[in-house]
């Protein structure tokens, strides 16, 4: 009778063994890819609001496991003093679209004020930052 008990419990946890096999222990590489934005850039004329513009960045490096993420594209700008940056997360001037294009067309929002203090942050699964670039806006005060 003890034989066959032993023999049951041992089947037992053979089979729950294969049934639920143990994780991994090891370390996985996260792989961070930084595309370089490149537009907009310095010397670029000033971004109307209500006008559309390309947002680029350089795909050249693109690694095979990131072809298929999506990217947000939120407008940004820099304090009085240069020291922090603010960044309208809840109004993404793009969303949803392939980082793999290398591109995105984005319009500026109607009620940014002009200011030359103004970036893009391009998010996939890192935050990348363009050059600063000026926003002119008809309808603000200087």
């Not at 590489?29 to 609001?49: C, E, F, H």
Request: proline residues 10%.
């Amino acid at each position: 009778m003890l034989s066959i008990l032993v023999l049951f419990t041992t089947l037992f946890f053979a089979l729950g063994v294969v049934a639920y096999p143990a994780r991994s222990t090891r370390p996985q590489n996260l792989i961070v890819w930084n595309p370089k934005i490149t537009s907009p850039k310095p010397g670029d004329k000033a971004w109307v609001s209500n006008e559309r513009r390309n947002v680029t960045w350089s795909v050249d490096d693109i690694p095979p496991e990131k072809r298929n993420d999506t990217g947000k594209v939120v407008l940004g700008h820099w304090d009085m003093d240069g020291q922090n940056e603010n960044l309208n997360y809840t109004h993404p001037i793009a969303r949803d679209f392939p980082l793999i294009t290398g591109w995105i067309e984005c319009t500026m929002p109607p009620h940014v004020p002009s200011g030359n203090q103004y970036f893009v942050v391009l998010f996939g699964d890192s935050g990348n930052t363009s050059p600063t670039f000026s926003v002119i806006n008809p309808n603000s005060d200087f």
